[in-house]
């Protein structure tokens, strides 16, 4: 950590945006679209199983982690500052939510920046209280969130069905951009079903990567470094193998596969990177792209979604039509190919202007109210 900045969190970020992508790219590039959310991540085949098993839920897991991180820094930095908490902190979430809302409606069906929000109004009422409290909360909400799964894959398994989908046919490869978001309206029920798990599983990991910061996961003591041997043998040595036997168990699996042990993988992966940066004294191309994606990350998200959006559906180029008989070998080719441009150009941005553009819009919408505020006692002082 330098001074009051954690070096390794803009690659953490990086990392996390272009995991997510890795899962979302297999619903872009599935003729049936983000309504084949089960079909395109279990189609017959082990090699695309294991090509999804390498990123199905983990990122996910990650950024999650990585927004309860951020949490835990903005309640410091307000705690120094003499500032009242929550406060202005309630506005930044509900910017997270009308932006998740847009980006739901707009771009793409599994948007998670709306159930973060929720998350964050719960979680920033929780942060500063004591550690019996917030422990009883993730106790008690991590088992419900267990049982739920738990009892939501004696189901699958018992009936043999696959995790349903949302809207089927030819919407995605043959309807125009304006059916798809009047669809996304039509079936906001079914689409945003994955919120039910995202809010409960986010309240944990948001804690969770609290708690990491205090427990000094990303610091550069001995203390530091022995709590990431344990998360990277806990997640890496116990939590990867385990996730990849679900993978390969089948559809039925579905939701330990993607909530359940992912945030395991997760925690060892954030020990691990954090590791590898801390020792990384001169960081080369792939840590510098990863680190501005990182610093862009709102934008990133999201323009990254628009582009695999206009590359696959039919609007568009149509590539998930046109070549589904060569998947799943040109997936991750279709993924590194959007990565790489996302490096390059979150570099370029950079070297012009301090932020993102998502970014810069999204802090001056958060400005907005204070200066509104101001601008009458300047009037009446005039």
């Known amino acids: 950590m330098d001074g009051n900045r954690i070096e390794a969190l803009d690659v953490l970020r990086g990392v996390a945006i272009a995991g997510t992508l890795g899962t979302n790219i297999w619903i872009f590039t599935s003729p049936g679209g983000p309504a084949d959310l089960g079909g395109a991540l279990w189609q017959a085949g082990t090699a695309q199983a294991l090509l999804t098993f390498l990123t199905n839920g983990k990122f996910l897991a990650l950024l999650t ?6 949490l835990e820094l903005q309640y410091r930095a307000a705690r120094r500052r003499g500032l009242r908490w929550p406060g202005p902190y309630l506005w930044r979430a509900a910017l997270l939510f009308v932006e998740g809302l847009l980006h739901y409606v707009l771009v793409f069906e599994y948007d998670v920046l709306m159930g973060y929000a929720l998350t964050a109004v719960v979680v920033a009422y929780l942060i500063g209280r004591s550690d019996r409290v917030v422990t009883a909360w993730m106790t008690a909400v991590g088992s419900l969130f267990v049982l739920a799964v738990g009892a939501g894959t004696a189901a699958l398994l018992a009936s043999g069905a696959s995790p349903a989908g949302g809207v089927a046919g030819t ?48 610091d550069g003591t001995e203390r530091g470094a022995a709590l990431r041997r344990r998360l990277m043998v806990a997640g ?145 002082s005039a």
């Open 65 to 70: 982690l990585l927004f309860g991180v951020g």
């Open 171 to 218: 919407l995605f490869t043959e309807g125009s951009y304006l059916d798809q978001v009047a669809s996304r309206i039509e079936f906001a029920w079914a689409y945003r079903a994955e919120a039910v798990l995202i809010v409960p599983l986010g309240i944990v990991l948001f804690l969770l990567g609290a708690r990491l910061v205090r427990a000094g996961v990303f």
């Open 236 to 380: 890496l040595g116990a939590g990867l193998p385990l996730n990849l036997l679900t993978t390969l168990a089948g559809p039925a699996w579905f939701l330990v596969d993607r909530y359940l042990l992912p945030p395991l993988v997760a925690l060892g992966l954030l020990a691990l990177i954090t590791s590898l940066v801390r020792r990384d004294a001169a960081p080369g191309p792939l840590r510098r792209g990863l680190s501005n994606v990182g610093r862009t990350a709102l934008s990133c998200y999201v323009f990254q979604n628009v582009v695999a959006s206009a590359l696959c559906y039919g609007w568009g180029l149509g590539l998930a039509a046109r070549l589904d008989r060569l998947r799943p070998w040109w997936v991750p080719v279709a993924w590194l190919v959007i990565c790489a441009l996302f490096m390059a150009l979150s570099t370029l941005w950079l070297r012009r202007f301090e932020r993102g553009p998502m970014e810069a819009a999204w802090q001056w919408a958060y400005r907005l109210p204070r200066r509104q505020a101001r601008t009458p006692a300047r009037s009446g």
